[in-house]
């Protein structure tokens, strides 16, 4: 007898650890729905099944199976092509929106967004960001003094406002003596 590989979900080996421990009578049913959130007679029932046809009787019966809610990958290419000629510069909501008013085509924002993702049309907000280039520093002391002043009642009430300013070297960030008047 050949032994073949399974995959499984780890919802579904939890299943079978807790299912050989009640078969073992290490475990009691009761305390078995308990910890797998099912009810006694659930946990029955797959213990039947656990028992007849083995550990791979509690793997999902649908895994590998195309989805029955799928679309069509017509509808699909028809939707991303009304999109790129007519909504190219619409976010996926609003491009929903526009296919269902206009062209009687009701697909999801969401469905929608995944699919202009793949097409290249829409980018999430996360790679949208453009970062700010840091600017390099200068290379010689004294090549680029920076000025920054900030308002402030220094002297409290004791006198007016004044503006403190500081001049900062571009090479070295040391602080610079005013220039000369």
Known sequence: MAVGLMIMSERELNRIGVLSQVTQRRMTAVT??????????????????????????????????RSNNRIDPAVREFAVTLVRENYIDFGPTFAAEKLAEDH?????RETLRKWMQDAGIWLSRKQRRTFHQPRLRRECLGELIQIDGSDHRWFE?????????????DATSTLMPPPCQ
């Open 157 to 169: 009430d004791r006198g007016p406002a004044c503006t403190l300013l500081v001049f900062i070297d």
């Open 104 to 108: 009687d085509l009701k697909v999801s």
């Open 32 to 65: 078995a729905a308990n910890v797998l959130g099912l009810s006694r007679r659930q946990v029955h029932r797959l213990l039947k099944t656990f028992q007849l046809n083995g550990a791979a009787a509690i793997r999902h019966k649908a895994r590998g199976c």
